[in-house]
């Protein structure tokens, strides 16, 4: 089956860690994304990606950093710095290059920092 | 600056009856629009789109209206039953930034029996 698939389901980790989200897509999509929502709020974006080896920040980037090399896996680090951490994450993707552009998500992470 | 809105944080309508959700925007370079639909503790999953170039898209029970003067678009789900009780969020995208979606912050729809 295709898809997006998110590990681990809960996550905790104590402050001044830094942790690393698993999103892996079998979809051959070239775009991949990484979002972040907060409890009355919509999907902030934080990090995306086009193709491999090349992403971009969203708009709320600072905290996080991203890795590209493979086009099915595109992990997310939330580092020390970001302040505020504890949210549900999501990953996306879609197909690159189509103006209209529909994503699919996985079914997220939920961190929580101790 | 939210450039999508969705003013109703909740909803509750009747089995049977017509939900209508609304979301309004401000960036008059948005020219897609997308509705999700989503579950606790889950990723959200499609359910309809509609380009600028037009002012309606229907699929079965689901219909949404784009109404470019005034900038805002609507869902409407009927008749609603009770597994469409989720989270439902509007988005948008602007052709430079054809990749990125901008969210609402999402209505909560509750379906009475």
């Known amino acids: 089956d295709g898809g997006i698939t998110q590990s681990p389901k809960y996550l905790f980790r104590k402050e001044g860690q830094n942790v690393t989200l698993s999103c892996e897509q079998n979809?051959?999509?070239?775009?991949m994304y990484w979002y972040r929502q907060d409890p009355g709020q919509g999907l902030r974006l934080i990090y995306y990606?086009?193709?491999?080896?090349?992403?971009q920040k969203g708009d709320i980037a600072e905290g996080y950093s991203v890795s590209r090399e493979k086009k099915e896996s595109f992990p997310l680090t939330v580092t020390s710095a970001q302040k505020n951490p504890t949210a549900f994450y999501l990953c996306a993707s879609s197909i690159s290059g189509h103006s209209y552009n529909e994503q699919f998500f996985g079914p997220g992470t939920r961190l929580t920092v101790l | 600056d939210q450039q999508v809105k969705q003013n109703s944080p909740s909803l509750s309508v009747q089995e049977g009856r017509i939900s209508i959700l609304n979301c309004d925007y401000t960036n008059s370079m948005f020219d897609y629009f997308l509705w999700y639909k989503k579950y606790p503790a889950e990723g959200p999953t499609f359910l309809i789109s509609?380009?600028?170039?037009?002012d309606k898209n229907e699929d079965g029970r689901f219909t949404v209206f784009l109404n470019k003067s005034a900038k805002h678009l609507s869902l409407h789900i009927v008749p609603s039953q009770p597994g469409d009780s989720a989270v439902y969020f509007c988005?948008?995208?602007?052709?430079?930034?054809?990749?990125?979606?901008?969210f609402g912050q999402g209505t909560r729809l509750t379906i009475n029996p």
């Open positions: 509609i380009s600028s170039i037009k």
């Open positions: 979809l051959n999509h070239d775009a």
């Open positions: 988005a948008a995208s602007a052709p430079r930034g054809a990749q990125k979606l901008v």
């Open positions: 990606s086009q193709i491999v080896n090349d992403f």
